[in-house]
């Protein structure tokens, strides 16, 4: 726990957060001793809880069975003791604006902080204002991977967005191969997300942006849309960004002295509970295997080996800023329960090599301080 005699907080944040399998409770069993140390936890949500809404149209597809929940299966929520929860996901309005709103409400029900969505586009751009030991922290949360109608528009329900044009150049030479895959962020989106950042600003010392994005089930690629839209909030002024959705780590940049995770990874989530097959394929490309040992019947993690790997990442945060941030080695076990990797674990320095590798192509410098990976800010 921070020390209040000198005013500074400590932050830990997870990834994708979204078990189907109950009880739920089971998956913050191992890691809950390692967040207990944190004064504000950090989660992404990418369930609904309700027993209302419409069946999607993609309700076959892929997450759509599953993207709904019995409000009973949010006891993870409290067993983790997270404290402020980004519902700005790709699956959270699946369901429509009625089960999104009963998630909302539900969570504000139990004490929890909620970003990312709202009643209209207002609410949902509104920060949490967080505070601790006399500092006061904004989060903001926005989603880059949400479906045509699920964005809050005026007076419309939905998520925060922060959406990107796709376009495509095509591989003549080689026929089969993938095209070349070009994104580029709405300019109205990043307008919106930075005048939000820069009125958090003015209410909080810290402004801590949440971002659901980027180019799952492939690993380190991050997709042209997202350095700028990492640039422009830091350049409005927010101070940390932490990305998910990726289901696996990706690099890890300091921009201006300001630390942007593009991806924290996976935390405690277990996939479709029908998925039993020892290995799937993504679009019509990229074939996915996960480890025999985390399959069905004695598994609960269908995802591939490299995205066992993951951190919670860490934040010291004073009225003057963001004073030191890190990561915590972590790694999921076959039930799909994450914990704290130690140093003198094979997997700690594993973790730390693929963060390296993700991480290789942008600005970073990392230090190992005891059973913590330091960014360095200078970098």
């Known amino acids: 726990m921070s020390d209040a005699g000198k005013n500074t907080v400590t932050l830990m944040a997870g990834g994708d957060i979204g078990p189907v399998h109950e009880p739920t409770e089971q998956f913050a069993e191992l890691i809950t001793p390692l967040l207990r140390q944190a004064d504000i936890r950090f989660g992404q949500c990418e369930r609904s809880f309700s027993e209302r809404g419409t069946e999607p149209h993609w309700a076959r597809g892929p997450g759509g069975e599953h993207s709904r929940q019995h409000p ?7 067993a983790a003791g997270i404290d402020v929860i980004s519902v700005a996901s790709n699956h959270t309005p699946d ?3 009625d089960a999104l709103m009963d998630t909302v409400d539900l969570f504000r029900g139990m004490g929890k902080h909620v970003v ?14 967080v505070e601790r030991n006399g500092v006061k922290i904004a989060f903001l949360a926005y989603c880059s991977v949400l479906r045509d109608g699920q964005a809050a528009v005026q007076e419309k329900p939905g998520i925060a967005p922060m959406r990107a044009y796709t376009y495509y150049l095509p591989e003549d030479s080689q026929p089969g191969t993938p095209p070349t895959v070009m994104s580029v962020p709405y300019e109205e989106d990043i307008a919106a997300l930075q005048a939000d950042i820069r009125k958090a600003k003015q209410q909080a010392d810290v402004v801590i942006m949440s971002i659901h994005w980027g180019l799952h089930h492939v690993t380190k690629t991050i997709c042209d849309y997202q350095q700028p839209v990492a640039h422009a909030a830091i350049d409005a002024g927010a101070d940390l960004i932490l990305g998910h959705h990726a289901h696996s780590i990706k690099a890890v940049e300091v921009y201006k002295g300001k630390v942007c995770f593009y991806s924290i990874g996976n935390f405690m989530t277990t996939g479709r509970a029908k998925r039993s097959i020892g290995s799937y394929r993504k679009w019509n490309v990229v074939w996915l295997r996960p ?15 490299y995205a066992r790997k993951t951190m919670v990442a860490k934040a010291v945060i004073g009225k003057g800023g963001i004073e030191r941030v890190s990561f915590f080695p972590t790694y999921i076990n076959h039930r799909a329960q994450p914990y704290a990797v130690a140093p003198d674990d094979p997997k700690f320095k594993e973790i730390l090599d693929f963060t390296e590798w993700v991480s290789d192509q942008h600005p970073h410098k990392f230090r190992v301080e005891g059973n913590e990976v330091v960014v360095d800010t200078s970098a």
């Open 116 to 129: 990312g969505a709202g009643r209209n586009e207002a609410e949902a751009r509104t920060p949490a204002i």
């Open 291 to 305: 480890d025999p040992e985390c399959m069905p019947p004695n598994g609960l993690y269908p995802f591939p080996s």
């Open 72 to 78: 009973r299966m949010a006891g993870l929520w409290k």
């Open 95 to 97: 369901w429509g604006p």
